[in-house]
């Protein structure tokens, strides 16, 4: 999905023909396009591991959270758009699984290549490949609400406080979870080690 695509929400950038555009609505144009800019990829890669690795249904969820940003008032989510969005993605992908819980259905992972194997020799691909895999396999045996806060937080880089508002929860709950979290992967992590060793 790039500016350019069928896929971005159409009131991005485009006007009617027929009347010239404000410097306000280009200003407000100019900003929906700097955050989609910058949060389009955290916001996939979100949506696409709340989704199981759907990377379709991540693309509606983010498609579907820039059409709202599109229809609200700036000012009224500027100086919270990042937690905004992360929990417009959230609230769409929940309903997702809500869906597809009552049609029974599961879908089917899809992998996310986050690696340039022009940077990397394929030896160093193959162990950070395998690494990461493990990590996601112990984050993925993590409870539901400390998987997404290890997620949102680690993954996305969002404050505690973007996270609470993300995940409607307390600042010191997520503290809470992230802690629990932290020690429940340290702890098997280097109980695996020590089997190993």
């Excluded at 997404?148 to 973007?162: A, D, F, N, P």
Aim: hydrophobic share 35%; charged share 30%.
């Amino acid at each position: 999905m790039t500016r350019d695509d069928p896929a971005l929400p159409a009131t991005l950038g485009q006007f009617p023909k027929s009347q010239e555009p404000s410097s306000d609505s280009l200003d407000n144009t100019e900003w929906l396009r700097s955050v989609f800019d910058r949060l389009q990829r955290p916001l996939l890669a979100y949506a696409c591991k709340l989704l199981h690795g759907d990377w379709d249904l991540a693309q509606d969820c983010v498609q579907e959270a820039f059409v709202r940003l599109c229809r609200e008032p700036r000012e009224r989510i500027e100086s919270h758009v990042d937690a905004w969005l992360f929990k417009t993605c959230r609230h769409r992908a929940m309903d997702i699984h809500r869906m597809e819980a009552r049609m029974k259905t599961q879908t089917e992972p899809a992998a996310i290549d986050s690696l340039s194997s022009q940077e990397k020799d394929p030896g160093s691909i193959a162990m950070l490949a395998e690494q990461q895999h493990e990590i996601e396999q112990r984050i993925a045996d993590l409870p539901r609400l400390e998987q997404e806060v290890v997620l949102l937080r680690l993954g996305q880089g969002l404050s505690y406080k973007q996270i609470a508002e993300v995940m409607e929860l307390s600042v010191s709950h997520v503290g809470v979870l992230l802690h629990q979290a932290l020690t429940r992967l340290r702890d098997v992590m280097s109980s695996e080690r020590e089997y190993h060793s």
